[in-house]
């Protein structure tokens, strides 16, 4: 299964740095985690696949309605010093007993929003509610895969105190959209039953901390060996004659990583279709409902509508990070 079938690449639009996977991968990423889901559960979610997809990058535009919602997708890891970080504690409470809340959230709250959305995800499970289900479901789906991604784990995360502005959409948007279709393999495996999220949440951020400097060595050291005519390209989107990275730089790119791209956006759809089965577990797994009773309730349509305007606004201004 190496074709995408249903997932298309938007508009790739240059404006301010956007930090998330990217709308394609994000949609990717949440479609294939339905597939590793046992036989009690992907009914319900197979059938409810096009909302999953369409809904994976809801979190990104909340950051258009809510100033807080940034600070869920990335940690700050070497603000906190160096590798293991043993003065950074895994327990919210304990981070908040050492610094205010406005520290943690400049720097990033990622390991420890993860886990709230699982037990969120477990409740609706208790309850039954399809509609709550699936909003929850397609959004852990949104932030475990940005842990996966090595620069939401560093300060550094554009490139920006290195001269490499722009890598950042480089590594998790521009290589997916021209190779994941085509080159990835998502036959991965079945979902696991995680015994306790917030360690899992805690070792892939830290995974993606160790990762971070590689994704700055390799892209440098690639630079360097390339005429800058070779290392971008000018091609018509949509109408638009937009500079990007070269498919030929970006192929490079990508072998020097021996695979890094295609094994965490693997990675990403283990953790998110296991952090599904978990609260399932973990809600006693109850029948899934198979009516049509899934549409999501009154106050969350609101804050849909609300979000999309704002995005689409952003869109039109090349601001928004899921073009």
């Not at 369409?54 to 590798?83: I, N, Q, S, W």
């Not at 620069?151 to 190779?179: K, V």
């Not at 901390?209 to 690639?222: F, Y």
């Not at 990275?245 to 965490?264: D, F, I, K, N, P």
Request: charged letters at 25%; aromatic letters at 12%; a neutral charge.
């Amino acid at each position: 299964m190496k074709k995408i079938l249903l997932v298309s690449t938007l508009m790739f639009l240059i404006g301010e740095p956007c930090f998330c996977w990217g709308f394609f991968a994000h949609r990717a990423i949440n479609y294939y985690a339905v597939f590793l889901l046992p036989p009690d559960m992907i009914p319900f979610y197979k059938k409810n696949i096009g909302f999953l997809t369409d809904h994976a990058v809801d979190p990104d535009k909340r950051r258009y309605l809510l100033a807080e919602e940034g600070a869920r997708h990335y940690m700050d890891l070497d603000h906190y010093g160096t590798f293991p970080y043993d003065g950074l504690p895994r327990s919210w409470d304990s981070a908040l007993r050492k610094w205010p809340a406005d520290t943690l959230q400049k720097y990033g709250i990622a390991p420890w929003w993860l886990p709230r959305m699982v037990s969120r995800l477990t409740a609706a499970f208790r309850m039954r509610d399809a509609g709550r289900i699936l909003k929850i479901s397609a959004e852990i789906g949104h932030y475990m895969a940005d842990i996966h991604v090595p620069l939401h784990a560093s300060s550094n995360h554009n490139g920006q105190l290195t001269g490499q502005e722009g890598i950042h959409g480089f590594w998790e948007s521009r290589i997916p959209e021209l190779f994941a279709s085509d080159d990835y393999d998502f036959l991965i495996g079945h979902a696991i039953y995680l015994n306790a999220v917030p360690n899992f949440a805690w070792e892939r951020i830290m995974e993606s901390g160790k990762a971070a400097d590689t994704v700055l060595r390799v892209e440098r050291e690639l630079s360097a060996d390339t005429r800058p005519e070779r290392k971008y390209a000018f091609s018509d989107r949509k109408g638009q004659v937009l500079r990007q990275y070269s498919e030929a730089y970006a192929s490079a790119y990508q072998t020097r990583l021996l695979g890094m791209v295609e094994r965490r956006m693997r990675q990403s759809i283990l953790a998110v279709a296991s952090c599904w089965y978990t609260a399932w577990v973990d809600a006693g797994q109850p029948t899934l409902p198979m009516d049509n009773s899934t549409r999501i309730m009154d106050g969350d349509g609101k804050e849909q509508r609300i979000m999309d305007s704002l995005w689409k606004s952003a869109l039109i201004r090349g601001r928004s990070c899921t073009n």
